[in-house]
């Protein structure tokens, strides 16, 4: 089942949920609406939105790149970088469970004729440079021309480290490719590693951001890169349908996410772990260590608790994965300490019983 499925028999509930199946469920919070109502507006199209500008420009200046553009979406973001940095009959390079390659509907090659050359991703995301520099193509008319490497940070969760991706972005570079980075939860990896989101931009000739997760916004992702890349991203953004006219309201959520929502991603990353360690407690129920690291935790139970143990959160108020056979669970500003409390509460109380 898609990671993106809901539970059609909650579509009519009024009562408030825990949320768990993703960060993307997160609400504004009344600060947050506030600065979207106070927002200055324009034609964001006719580029006279202040507010939309002001948030570019922020994040160029972030991540010390030269230029940014707002997106409604990571999806739309990630496929506008491809289209610019490739021409038909052209390749990616990707990792085979990365987002861009798995979960956009292969936007690249459908609209873009744009090939994708999935490379092997370790558990933890992580793909090797001698992987990477054996796809590469030859010069010859029977191959694509490999044009791209598109990399991917966090993956389920997990940091790639910034050493390795800026080995695998030399190499790439090297061999004549460009390098992109989906950084759909870049700001869980700048918190995690306590480093700059400069650094982590440093060897990416573009970067998607998304605001939309654990940074919390209603909606938007911005693309940061070159001047003559953002430029022609403008373009391609225009042939997606992405322009949008006072769309300062979201960039207005986007820039008090930016002041407000970077550094609390910790208590994100504080919340995760301590569910994660009270839940390895349980004999019934088993926990992937290894992929504790952000806000993130993937819980393996048996066969026959799968649904039962869903249908008991549920009822009680908790939403959790429903993957199988590893249910992933995912925090975010919407649940709380007490909240926390509450989600090993139920977990034990089904397995007590």
């Known amino acids: 089942m898609s990671q993106y499925a809901h539970s059609p028999q909650l579509l009519n509930s009024h009562k408030r949920m825990i949320d768990l199946r993703s960060d993307t469920v997160t609400q504004p919070t009344a600060a947050m609406k506030q600065a979207m109502v106070d927002a200055p507006l324009g034609d964001d199209v006719y580029e006279e939105d202040p507010t939309v500008k002001a948030l570019e420009q922020r994040l160029a200046s972030m991540l010390n790149k030269e230029a940014a553009l707002f997106f409604p979406s990571g999806t739309q973001s990630n496929l506008a970088a491809l289209l610019c940095h490739c021409q038909r009959g052209e ?6 469970q ?3 390659f798995l979960h956009e509907a292969r936007g690249a090659s459908v609209l873009g004729g744009i090939a994708m050359h999935p490379l092997p991703t370790s558990k933890l995301g992580r793909i090797e440079i001698e992987d990477m520099l054996a796809a590469i193509k030859p010069d010859d008319i029977h191959d694509p021309i490999s044009k791209l490497l598109a990399l991917e940070n966090t993956v389920s969760g997990c940091v790639q480290e910034q050493a390795h991706l800026n080995a695998l972005a030399e190499a790439a570079h090297a061999r004549g490719l460009t390098v992109h980075l989906d950084g759909a939860r870049f700001f869980n990896a700048v918190v995690k590693q306590n480093q700059t989101p400069a650094e982590l931009a440093a060897p990416m000739d573009s970067v998607s951001i998304c605001l939309s997760k654990g940074l919390g916004t209603p909606a938007g992702s911005v693309l940061v890169g070159s001047e003559k890349l953002i430029r022609y991203a403008k373009r391609q953004r225009k042939i997606l349908g992405g322009g949008m006219r006072q769309s300062g309201m979201l960039a207005g959520a986007g820039l008090y996410a930016l002041e ?7 208590t994100d990353h504080e919340h995760t772990r301590i569910i994660a360690e009270a839940l390895s407690e349980l004999p019934q129920l088993e926990v992937d ?3 504790l690291q952000t806000n993130m ?30 249910m992933r669970c995912v925090l975010h500003l919407g649940v709380s300490a007490e909240d926390v409390t509450r989600i090993i509460e139920l977990f034990r109380r089904y397995y007590q019983s």
Do not use: C, S
């Not at 390749?91 to 085979?96: A, P, Q």
């Not at 407000?260 to 910790?266: D, F, H, S």
């Open 91 to 96: 390749e990616v390079i990707v990792g085979e």
């Open 98 to 100: 990365y987002h861009t």
């Open 289 to 291: 260590q290894e992929r």
């Open 260 to 266: 407000n929502n970077i550094e609390r991603l910790a």
């Open 297 to 326: 935790f993937f819980i393996k139970p048996r066969p026959e608790d799968h649904a039962p143990l869903q249908a008991f959160m549920t009822e009680n108020g908790v939403r959790i994965g429903w993957q199988q056979p590893w």
